[in-house]
């Protein structure tokens, strides 16, 4: 999943005095739904658009409230995410913009290798359509071992990951690489051995990456759940202030209001249920 920033409701237009702080009272609905035990937006099925925005929020919410996070990533840190073994069409990892940028997973040891499996992010996966990969021994001197022409390829929205044949070769690191000034943002990359042609060599494997991105995060430290009703009523507050500060500029956010009034009791009754 995507990582984005929940907008704090502050620098609206004069103009539009709600405009920017309605998006509390919509995080303050997934909330409390959330904290009455509802599912994961889109686990294991498509995402409409808001689910997507729910999605993101979630993200962000496990990021901001899960103990230990560092600020400070490292690009290996995101690079996890490329081979941690969840595929759902979104980015496993996401670089920054660079020259020719790359991803890698270090196997632990060199072996014969019968075939990679690359999963390409749903939206905007024609930046993988040149992709290539490269086969090394010791992290440093590269061959290429296969470059893509086909177009553009996908992987989980419709089960056809791009297959690559490695037919035997020996290799202790794998690299996938775009050409040109863009970005790299894969979903998930698997690695099969001629030994074990089932077994995914690259799974929860060292990965390392060009470089970092804002949508850039740590796979390691996203796995606790927020107390759900703790963070509603933690918005519940906010948007009651915001309410007031509304009113004081004249403003009639009777809807909003109504829609905070129904909200705080269907919390109050999924907190006590819970």
């Known amino acids: 999943m995507k990582k984005v920033h929940v907008p704090a409701g502050a620098g609206e237009s004069a103009s539009g005095p709600l405009r920017g702080r309605r998006q509390w009272f919509a995080l303050l609905a997934v909330a409390v739904s959330l904290a009455a035990g509802a599912d994961t937006p889109g686990a ?3 995402l409409s ?5 729910e999605a993101d929020w979630m993200v962000e919410e496990q990021l901001r409230l899960a103990p230990g996070v560092s600020p400070a990533l490292a690009p290996r840190d995101d690079a996890a995410g490329g081979c941690d073994g969840i595929k ?4 496993g ?3 920054g913009q660079a020259r020719d940028p790359w991803w890698q997973v270090d196997l632990g040891q060199g072996c014969p290798l019968s ?3 690359v999963w390409n992010r749903r939206e905007a996966s024609e930046r993988a359509a040149a992709l290539s990969l490269k086969l090394s021994a010791d992290g440093t001197n590269w061959v290429t071992a296969y470059r893509h022409t086909g177009g553009v390829f996908l992987g989980q929205p419709d089960g056809k990951p791009l297959v690559i044949p490695l037919a035997g070769a020996t290799a202790r690191f794998v690299r ?21 042609p089932s077994r995914n060599l690259a799974l929860k494997r060292p990965a390392d990456q060009v470089s970092l991105s804002q949508w850039s995060r740590s796979h390691d430290e996203v796995n606790a759940q927020p107390d759900w009703g703790a963070r509603g009523r933690e918005i519940l507050g ?3 202030r915001l309410l007031e500060e509304l009113r004081a500029a004249g ?4 809807g909003e209001a109504a829609t905070c009034e129904r909200l705080e009791a269907a919390l109050g009754g999924a907190t006590a249920a819970s």
Not at 88 to 91: K, P, S, T, V
Not at 181 to 190: G, P, Q, R
Not at 251 to 254: D, I
């Open 44 to 46: 294991g099925r498509p």
């Open 49 to 53: 658009w808001s689910q997507r925005i």
């Open 88 to 91: 759902d069409g979104g980015y």
């Open 93 to 95: 990892f996401h670089t």
């Open 115 to 117: 075939r990679a499996l």
């Open 176 to 196: 996938v690489q775009v050409p040109g000034e863009t970005f790299l943002h894969l979903d998930e990359i698997e690695v099969f051995g001629a030994a074990e």
């Open 238 to 240: 906010q948007c009651r």
């Open 251 to 254: 403003a009639e956010p009777e």
